[in-house]
């Protein structure tokens, strides 16, 4: 389990309706149950919406995404992804790419 997964769960346990969370990098160690590394309060990219960070892969399994990050006021914005959210794992990522492929 990823030490992000409680920050997915908390993200998860939103309802259905609300389309957007704004959270502190505070609210996010809180969630996570530790300090987030420096360099999420430094490098906006830290916070890209990319399956090959382990920590964006939890918030994009659980339906969101990162909106915006303001990294003078240390806040960071979700938005929910349209339709279900989906696992994806690494085989079927490669699999998509063969398929693409073809």
């Known amino acids: ?10 993200l998860r346990s939103r309802p259905p ?5 704004v959270l502190s990098m505070a609210d996010v160690e809180r969630a996570i149950g530790c300090a987030l590394p420096k360099t999420a309060r430094t490098i ?7 399956r090959q ?7 994009l399994d659980a339906g969101w995404k990162v ?4 990294l003078a006021r240390e806040r960071v914005s979700y938005v929910r992804l ?7 794992t690494r085989l079927s ?6 398929q693409d492929f073809f």
């Open 67 to 70: 909106d915006k990050v303001d």
């Open 53 to 59: 960070r382990t920590w964006a892969t939890s918030w």
């Open 44 to 50: 906006r990219p830290w916070w890209a919406n990319t």
């Open 93 to 98: 990522r490669r699999y998509g790419r063969l």
């Open 82 to 88: 349209d339709g279900a959210p989906q696992v994806v």
């Open 1 to 10: 389990m990823s030490k992000y997964e409680p920050l997915a769960e908390y």
């Open 17 to 21: 309706g609300e389309r957007q969370v």
